[in-house]
């Protein structure tokens, strides 16, 4: 039987095929002036797609490079940070703010769930940092960054990171208007290209603290990298085929907008919005729970499986016969959870496959399932959800 591969993952995701083939004719030196057109231009789409004034770079690095950039710049050895975790992810800001000598103060949130305001409150007064997650990618959880922005804001010397490697094309975020002072992406996520970039967008209040903190850093001196990427440069070797179909994937990304890179940006998230909608019905419809059910995500849905159910039997069976691509949980999380995303190139119809897959997978692990139930929930609610609303069901007027 033939099986197409399909990436349900939440990183890597599905690759745009304009992308593609930017990638596979590039081959300028990145030291000319095509080049430095290229990085320009795509370094104002991003701030578009970010949605910010505020400068942005990229690196040539995973996410965690970046995560690791606004550790090493923006603090001194013995700052208090605050990290909020409420996953795997999470957790990660813990480890890599105390490599860097940091006094680590952790609120910390059951799996599945996020964090109250008034706990975030009674532990920021000192912090030079709060670090967080937008989406917390191993549970299916949604954080509040509006609302920690506001408290960040409220004192004085602290500065508000977030990890939106996962949210920035799923999630609204203002990140001007809230006072994000430091903003993570990657590109194999939203932004559907293969991995090796991260990006973020660092605000002023951010680009002063560099000049004070005591960090070590080298290669992740953000301020060698503002000074290059501000002429078209980068201080380093940059990866310039993922540069070539991240300017691809933008552009179309543009064209989503009839033009306008915001408006695009926006037929994104709803996109993703209403992937992870129909997905959570499809695994209601089944009898399943969502495990992050009070704050979902519209990047990744975390769905428990049956307690006799191993999950990474479901996955297993999701690769082999559907050539299929599911995450398993986790962590302590591993074997009871499957997560699916709904980043980037991923419509509705990948919806549907994916609930019928998954159908089949329980019902050879032995749940009690009546083929067509999920798929039935998904067309009528995606009937219901796109009536009268042309674009949401990707009709051209």
């Excluded at 964090?115 to 959880?141: C, H, N, P, R, W």
């Excluded at 949210?167 to 590109?187: A, P």
């Excluded at 980068?234 to 009839?258: E, F």
């Excluded at 709904?342 to 009546?370: K, N, P, W």
Aim: hydrophobic share 45%; with cysteine; net charge positive.
């Amino acid at each position: 039987m033939l099986r197409k591969t399909r990436l349900f993952t939440p990183g890597p995701t599905p690759l745009l095929p304009a992308a593609q083939q930017a990638m596979a004719f590039y081959d300028m030196h990145h030291r000319t002036a095509d080049f430095k057109t290229l990085l320009s231009k795509t370094l104002a789409d991003l701030k578009e797609f970010i949605g910010t004034k505020n400068d942005v770079l990229i690196l040539a690095s995973s996410g965690t490079g970046a995560m690791e950039a606004s550790v090493s710049n923006l603090t001194s050895p013995g700052d208090k940070v605050l990290v909020l975790t409420a996953g795997k992810f999470g957790e990660r800001w813990t480890g890599l703010a105390k490599a860097y000598g940091c006094a680590v103060e952790v609120l910390s949130a059951p799996y599945g769930e996020t964090f109250s305001l008034d706990e975030v409150k009674a532990k920021i007064a000192g912090a030079k940092v709060v670090y967080m997650q937008g989406t917390e990618t191993s549970t299916g959880a949604r954080h509040d960054v509006q609302g920690v922005a506001k408290l960040v804001r409220a004192e004085a010397d602290c500065l508000l990171v977030v990890d939106a490697i996962t949210g920035l094309g799923t999630t609204h975020f203002d990140v001007d208007g809230w006072g994000i002072d430091f903003i993570i992406g990657g590109s194999q996520k939203a932004l559907m290209i293969p991995p090796g970039l991260a990006y973020c967008a660092v605000s002023e209040k951010a680009w002063q603290r560099m000049e004070t903190s005591k960090n070590p850093r080298f290669y992740f001196d953000l301020r060698k990298e503002r000074k290059s990427q501000v002429k078209g440069e980068t201080a380093y070797t940059p990866a310039t085929t993922l540069i070539a179909g991240m300017g691809a994937a933008l552009t179309h990304i543009r064209q989503m907008g009839n033009g306008d890179l915001v408006e695009g940006r926006k037929a994104l998230i709803d996109s993703a919005e209403m992937c992870a909608e129909l997905t959570r019905v499809a695994a209601l419809a089944l009898g399943l729970k969502l495990f992050a059910a009070k704050c979902p995500a519209a990047a990744v849905t975390a769905i428990a499986v049956p307690e006799n159910i191993d999950s990474s039997v479901l996955v297993k069976d999701f690769r082999e016969s559907f050539g299929a691509v599911a995450a398993n949980g986790q962590g302590e999380m591993k074997g009871k959870l499957i997560r699916v995303a709904h980043l980037g190139y991923y419509d509705y119809l990948d919806t549907v496959a994916f609930a019928a897959a998954l159908e089949q997978v329980l019902s050879r692990a032995g749940a009690a399932i009546v083929f067509g139930t999920a798929v039935k929930a998904v067309q009528e609610a995606y009937s219901q959800k796109t009536a009268g609303k042309p674009e949401l069901a990707g009709v051209k007027s």
